[in-house]
């Protein structure tokens, strides 16, 4: 078990570069590829007002006359000893790990990215939690009341919340839970949760329930799904042959196993949702990952883009990692030796 | 607690499953009884009702899908018409089940122990403690090897013989006073079929429970039972003692079961009393006698098997029921010229 | 040298909206304000007051959809953060905080008075206001306001900003700013004889180098806490009110400065007690809120979202909450003579007729979110415009055929011609002008085929690009202009000047390329007498007209959300949004 831990580590970490090393040639060697210049990189970060010798400048500033594979090996080299950029009025640094620097915020993104990790667990984590309660709850009465006016419209509902775009559905809600209303925080109101945690839930109760939405209309339905599957299995048999209570036998056996294949698509969600829960947090204006990559992509800010783009990539490896690991615990058929 | 009723008793039992494409009568109208120390087996090819029948008794039927008519009398109680929740206080604890295949039987995701003691404790009010070491008790009363450290193991490190044991263990935790056995042996080799059989002859006189054994071949029935029940599209077609059964079969089904009994001595394919055709359905079962269009005797019953259905019938007194169009002495004529001397030609 | 345009384009660029009966006259519904003295009517704000209060106290709500460039007021280069940045600091001259047309005139700020011109408008002096402070209490001199506009010049530490200085001032040769070429003596460009005169040496006569007094980077920084790049995490206020908090990205707010002297400031009313300014809003959730009155202010101020727009412009109550104040912007064409048969000036106008000016103004979104239909360059507000139309397109506007057949007949293209159209491919209103264009000129067989391009090098690679525009035969290329100040220079430099054109591509100009136009430029820059020199704009506007070099689209407009709970609110017409110096909370 542990010489497997160990190796899926290293293989993530492997990936991860990979991941580093596409990601860094889709921003700056593609662009190279089809014609573009140092000068015309260069021109994202100065002004339209910029003359041509401004333009050299700052691309030599970011290094854009070296060679790819030295603006990467120097990228890489930042992440372990940090980086520092001289601009005459004394040095800015960019101390380790330093995974770029913005040029346009002239800030690090590193700390940024920690900035903006907490905002996007508080959602991801506050909106799971909804969505795993509400989801799996329908899903399991769906599947055991199966063809009931209840299941019907449970998956008629969880249809429209697969169906409708969370850009929709949040605009509605905030309209009118929050502006209409005046039930919920309106967006852009984010408070950390040490700061205060009744504010801190009061600003998130709306996304969560939005997003959640969304997620519980799939869970839903793969719950049921998998019910239906696993209630089908000899084995539930067995358990009503004991004697054993529905309730025992519709959870404790049926669920139990439904849940195995729930638990990796879970992971999934919720490692691709801690890279930025990008519609959400844009619709509410929450400070996260995802609107700080839409906002780096809308400002061109490559650094930027760069750097949550990896953040992104090591929240869904690392998420796979762990259940990979939750399953051998949870089937123990997959244990190996 | 007895009024004089035999301990189960099935009195025209009917099962019934609407679908989209018609009423499915898996059961339909059919009678029994067994005592406690006695063994009854029901043959019948697969889709011939007999594993409805268990299930049935064992009320593992949901009324939302299935219709369930006649009366099922266990110990004195009426179990058809008693409530979900009373039938499940009976299941486990007077009544137990053993399944056809142990792996897709058991919990994968549970240890064999833990599985047994929740069979003890739905009906037990007994410690966690108490009831693993009624589980490591029941394991090793059934065979298993280093029970105690046996117990914490998956379904799926047990070999298939093993888990065999391990669910008759199961089946066994609150002494239940009937055991249905729903093809016990059919997923074991022969080897293990044996020792199997074996255990439960064993077991049932020690706990002197009244057993059925359903299966659809008459080996395992040759081994256990006292009496036999010959099911066939849902009804019983041949019933009666063990021995006049196997020596002084009348129903032309029961000779084809007979002759596709397989012997050790003998290739399975080649069989000598072929039953020709296919089990019916359920839904449309042909007119008259349902085993007519199958039956090699067919054109002796004057076109009566064609239109009416016959009645399970026997002599004054006897036990021996059959259900066919044939006259009892034609029957036994057969028998004895026609069918007895080819398969003892074999 | 443009008011960079990316959230314009955010707000505006989008769909085509039904404006039908609904764009008549200003609503008359009845007041929402309550207790407000003025009734809330469609422009109620736009030329004149409304709500005027003297009423001090509150805190005043603003939200921006995307980042603040920078706070630096170095850097800064957008219109709204110009007229926000007056919150917190001094530049020499500003525009003056009123309504109406009054509101192009630059008053005195920091100054004491406009600059006095001397050496034929070479040397400009200005004596500072004596007794301003920063917020720490140190008295400002002349030497700061020389170090803000000597350190704006380095352009590797603030590539964004604008570039006027360094482009008209007298600097050393080789002088990169305070910070690399320390020590360096730039008596040349800026002299300061004593701590309250400061004397700027331009390289050739600019009449108008008022306006550059007035832009933020004259707004004084004091050398001893000028940490460079990192300067924006900590502006030194001259103005009434400081940073109190600042989280880059995220928000900022602002607090009084105690240190500021009512008695040296007769701009400012210093109404409310605080700003509250949230950045990376949605800008949907934006329009919800200032509908609802959660929020005062969009900071950027050019106008509402599409889905917003929708319900405003259909809603007689929302209306009555908006503004609709014109733009110092043009959404044009550019014609460019470079690609053949559009060398021959026959085949250019007859573009000019044939190009049906209320599609182009429907494709931007008709009168009241797109803007007037323009015949000239210069938009009306600019002083010194002159209405004219060279090439009248007929009674109903939709274009002269008639004439265009006559022009493609003298340029030798009877039965027309085949070019191709470039436009932005992230501008859904430069696609429509696009397939306006086609369907208009189809009808005197000019055949035009479609080249989206990407936004971000739209003029560095490909219509800005002198040898592409040639190569790939982009006839036509959709484009707009915004004016950094508003005044014929600031309109049209960059956009008719020739020597502005590089080979490598990134200049606004893609099509004038006339050297008369060049001298009237010169003459027009160099000339001090403002009466004068506004006078002289026209003529170049008429003269790059002639030759059908560019196609005038739409004198753009933007529909605003005027702030419900907000005192003393009207449109300035030098920032052509609310004016935010002046506001209070009612």
Not at chain 2, 15 to 21: A, L, N, S
Request: net charge negative; aromatic share 8%.
């Amino acid at each position: 078990m542990i010489t497997y831990i160990i190796r899926r580590l290293f293989a993530a970490v492997v990936l991860l570069f990979i991941v580093s090393a596409a990601t860094f040639s889709i921003f700056y060697l593609i662009p190279r590829l089809v014609g573009g210049t140092p000068e015309t990189l260069a021109t994202r970060y100065v002004g339209r007002a910029a003359t041509a010798e401004t333009v050299t400048l700052i691309a030599e500033k970011l290094g854009f006359y070296d060679p790819f594979w030295i603006q990467y090996a120097n990228w890489v080299k930042g992440i372990f000893v940090g980086a520092e950029y001289d601009y005459g009025a004394g040095v800015e640094s960019c101390p380790a790990p330093c995974f770029g620097y913005s040029f346009i915020t002239r800030q690090p993104v590193w700390p940024d990215l920690l900035d903006r990790v907490p905002v996007t667990l508080s959602l991801a984590i506050g909106a799971s939690i909804l969505w795993l309660a509400f989801g799996l709850t329908t899903g399991v009465v769906s599947a055991l009341r199966r063809g009931s006016f209840l299941d019907r419209a449970a998956m008629t509902f969880s249809l429209a919340g697969v169906s409708l775009p969370i850009f929709f559905t949040g605009m509605i809600a905030l309209l009118v839970f929050s502006y209409k209303l005046n039930l919920t925080a309106p967006g852009g109101t984010y408070t950390p949760f040490f700061e205060s945690p009744s504010q801190w839930a009061y600003a998130l109760l709306l996304p969560w329930i939005v997003l959640a939405l969304q997620f519980s209309a799939q869970y839903a339905r793969l719950t049921r799904a998998g019910m239906l599957e696993t209630m089908s299995e000899d084995y539930i048999r067995t358990a009503r042959a004991k004697g054993l209570k529905d309730r025992d036998v519709n959870l404790k056996h049926g669920l139990r196993s439904a849940l195995t294949p729930i638990l990796t698509i879970f992971g999934l969600d919720f490692g691709l949702l801690l890279g930025g829960a990008v519609l959400t947090e844009q619709v509410f204006s929450l400070p996260g990952l995802g609107k700080y990559a839409v906002d780096a992509i809308t400002t061109n800010d490559l650094p930027k883009v760069l750097g949550v783009t990896l953040m992104a990539a090591t929240f869904v490896v690392v998420a796979n990692l762990i259940v990979d690991l939750l399953y051998a615990v949870v089937d123990p058929r997959v244990r190996v030796g | 607690m007895s009024d004089g009723r035999p301990f189960l008793e099935v009195k025209d039992l009917q099962i019934h499953f609407p679908t989209d494409d018609g009423l499915v009568r898996s059961v339909d109208g059919l009678s029994f009884s067994v005592e406690r120390g006695r063994t009854l087996g029901i043959v019948g090819e697969s889709g011939s009702g007999k594993s409805v029948t268990s299930l049935g008794i064992m009320g593992l039927y949901h009324k939302r899908n299935s219709q369930m008519s006649g009366e099922i009398w266990l110990d004195g109680h009426e179990l058809v018409s008693a409530g979900s929740e009373t039938v499940r206080g009976q299941r486990g604890r007077k009544m137990a089940m053993i399944f056809q295949d142990p792996l897709s039987s058991m919990h994968p995701y549970y240890t064999v122990g833990s599985q047994i003691v929740e069979a003890y404790r739905v009906h037990n009010k007994v410690s966690k403690q108490v009831a693993r070491k009624h589980a490591i008790d029941l394991l090793d009363r059934v065979g298993i090897p280093q029970a105690a450290r046996r117990v914490d193991d998956y379904p799926h490190q047990f070999s298939g013989g093993m888990r065999q044991r391990a669910m008759i263990a199961m089946a066994l935790s609150c002494d239940p006073e009937l055991l249905i056995a729903d093809e016990p042996t059919t997923a074991l080799d022969v080897t293990v079929q044996a020792q199997i059989l074996d255990l439960m002859r064993d077991l049932q006189r020690e706990f002197n429970s009244a057993l059925i054994i359903i299966t659809h071949d008459l080996g395992v029935v040759a081994e256990l039972a006292e009496e036999i029940l010959v099911m066939y599209a849902g009804r019983a077609v041949e019933q009666g003692p063990a021995v006049t059964i196997f020596e002084q079969p009348e129903h032309p089904y029961t000779w084809g079961l007979l002759g596709s009994m397989p012997r050790l001595d003998q290739a399975v394919t080649d069989r000598l009393l072929p039953i020709p055709g296919s089990p019916p359905s359920l839904i449309n079962p042909p007119s008259g006698c349902a085993f007519h269009p199958r039956c090699t005797f067919e054109p002796r019953t004057a076109g009566l098997g064609r239109t009416v259905m016959p009645e399970l019938t026997g002599a004054a007194g006897s036990t021996h029921l059959v259900r066919c169009h044939l006259p009892a002495d034609e029957r036994q004529r057969i028998w004895a010229q026609e069918v007895k001397p080819k398969m003892e030609a074999q | 040298m443009i008011r960079k345009s990316k959230v314009l384009v955010a707000g505006t660029a989008a769909m085509a909206l039904m404006l039908s009966a609904a764009c008549g006259g200003g609503g008359e519904e009845g007041d929402t304000g309550g207790s407000s003295a003025t009734k809330a009517e469609f422009n109620a704000a736009n030329d004149k007051v409304f709500n005027p209060s003297d009423k001090k106290g509150g805190i005043i709500k603003l939200a921006n959809a995307g980042d603040w460039d920078t706070l630096d007021p170095g850097e800064t280069y957008y219109g709204y953060s110009w007229n926000f940045l007056r919150l917190y600091g001094r530049a020499l001259l500003m525009p003056k905080p009123v309504p109406g047309p009054e509101g192009l005139e630059l008053v005195p700020d920091l100054a004491e008075g406009l600059g006095v011109p001397s050496d034929d408008g070479k040397t400009w002096t200005y004596k500072i206001r004596p007794g301003v402070k920063y917020e720490d209490g140190t008295v400002i001199k002349s030497a700061d306001v020389k170090h803000a506009v000597l350190r704006s010049t380095d352009k590797e530490t603030f590539p964004n900003g604008p570039a006027y200085f360094e482009q008209f001032l007298n600097l050393p040769e080789g002088y990169k700013g305070p910070y690399k070429s320390k020590g360096v003596n730039t008596d040349s460009a800026i002299t300061t004889p004593d701590d309250t005169t400061i004397v700027f040496h331009l390289k050739v006569p600019f009449g108008g180098f008022d306006q550059m007094a007035a832009l933020s980077q004259t707004v004084p920084v004091p050398e001893a806490k000028d940490t460079g790049a990192n300067y924006k995490q900590h502006v030194i206020s001259s103005g009434p009110y400081m940073f109190d908090q600042n989280n880059l990205g995220k928000n900022f707010t602002l607090k009084r400065n105690p240190n500021w002297d009512p008695a040296t400031d007769a701009n400012r009313k210093a109404l409310p007690d605080g700003y509250d300014v949230q950045l990376n809003v949605n800008a949907d959730d934006i329009d919800n809120r200032l509908l609802s009155g959660d929020l005062d202010v969009d900071v950027v101020g050019t106008g509402v979202q599409p889905a917003a727009l929708g319900r405003v412009v259909g809603d007689p109550n929302l209306k009555a909450q908006a503004d609709n104040p014109v733009l110092p912007r043009l959404w044009y064409t550019s014609i460019n003579p470079t690609v053949p048969p559009l060398d021959n000036i026959e085949c250019r106008k007859a573009i000019e007729y044939a190009a049906d000016r209320t599609g182009y103004q429907t494709a931007y979104g008709g009168p009241l979110a797109g803007g007037d239909i323009a015949t000239t360059l210069l938009p009306p507000m600019i002083p010194g415009y002159q209405k004219f139309d060279l090439y009248p397109a007929g009674a109903d506007n939709t274009g002269d055929v008639a004439k265009a057949k006559e022009a493609l007949t003298a340029c030798g293209q009877p039965n027309g011609f085949e070019t191709n159209i470039a436009y932005r491919a992230e501008r859904p209103k430069e696609k429509a002008t696009a397939e306006s264009l086609q369907q208009s000129l189809a009808r005197v067989g000019i055949k035009l085929t479609l080249k989206p391009y990407p936004q971000g090098d739209y003029f560095s690679q490909y219509a800005g690009n002198p040898p592409f525009v040639v190569a790939n035969k982009l006839g036509l290329a959709t484009n707009g202009w915004g004016a950094d100040w508003n005044d014929g220079f600031g309109f049209l430099s960059q956009i008719v000047d020739s020597r502005v054109i590089r080979e490598t591509g990134g200049s606004s100009n893609t099509s004038v390329r006339i050297p008369e136009v060049d001298n009237m430029l010169d003459a027009a820059v160099a000339e001090i007498d403002q009466a004068k020199r506004d006078a002289m704009w026209a003529p170049i506007d008429r003269r790059v007209m002639e030759e059908a070099v560019i196609l005038p689209g739409v004198y753009a407009k933007s529909l605003i959300i005027r702030p419900k709970r907000l005192s003393n609110v009207f449109v300035s017409q030098s920032y052509n949004m609310y004016d935010y110096l002046s506001m209070g909370v009612a």
